[in-house]
C-alpha cells in the first residue's frame, strides 16, 4: 500500500523533508512507524502524534490509504 507522510515542525529536521510516498506492506498505522523508524533512525527520540485523515490516531490503528501527518507536540496560549 502506498501511503502520504507529512512531517511538521521538529520532525522535518529529522527527515530533511515535508512529505513523502512509502511503500508500507502492514495494515496497520504502527507498521509505517516501524518504516520511518527504520529510515529515520532520529525520529525514535522525538515525541510526536500521528493524524490519518486529519484526525489523531493510535499506533494500532487501522490504515486506510488515506494519508498520514507526523505532528509534533502542541503548546497551549
Known amino acids: 500500500m502506498l501511503i ?3 512531517y511538521f515542525g521538529q520532525i ?3 527527515t ?3 512529505e513523502e510516498t512509502l511503500e508500507v506492506s ?3 498505522v504502527s507498521d509505517v512507524l516501524n518504516t520511518l523508524n527504520k529510515k529515520y533512525n532520529q525520529l ?3 515525541d510526536f502524534q500521528i ?3 486529519h484526525e489523531l490516531v493510535a499506533l494500532e490503528t487501522k490504515l486506510t490509504g488515506a494519508e498520514l501527518a507526523l505532528l509534533p507536540p ?3 496560549g
Open 4 to 6: 502520504t507522510v507529512k
Open 74 to 76: 502542541f503548546a497551549g
Open 44 to 46: 525514535k527520540n522525538k
Open 12 to 14: 522535518v529536521e529529522v
Open 26 to 28: 502492514g495494515t496497520q
Open 51 to 53: 493524524a490519518q485523515n
Open 16 to 18: 530533511n523533508k515535508n
